[in-house]
């Protein structure tokens, strides 16, 4: 499975009710790979707002057997 996030810098970010915070990657938005547009539209908005250098990571999850 791939997502998609924005990073600034080392944190991530999160977008509720209109509103971009910083924060740890568990509590990120993540998007699905066909939601490009949309992603692209956020980081010109945080461009605008002044986050320093946001940029989109690609996630890519695998799961496997834990076997306990």
Partial sequence: MELLV???GEQYVR???GRYSL???QKASVFSTGALE?????LLE???KGYQSP???KLVIHEEEWGV
């Avoid at 949309?38 to 956020?42: I, N, P, R, S």
């Fill in 15 to 17: 977008i509720k009710e």
């Fill in 55 to 57: 940029k989109i990571y």
């Fill in 46 to 48: 945080l461009n605008s």
């Fill in 38 to 42: 949309e992603v692209k539209a956020h």
């Fill in 23 to 25: 924060c740890s990657m």
């Fill in 6 to 8: 924005i990073k600034c």
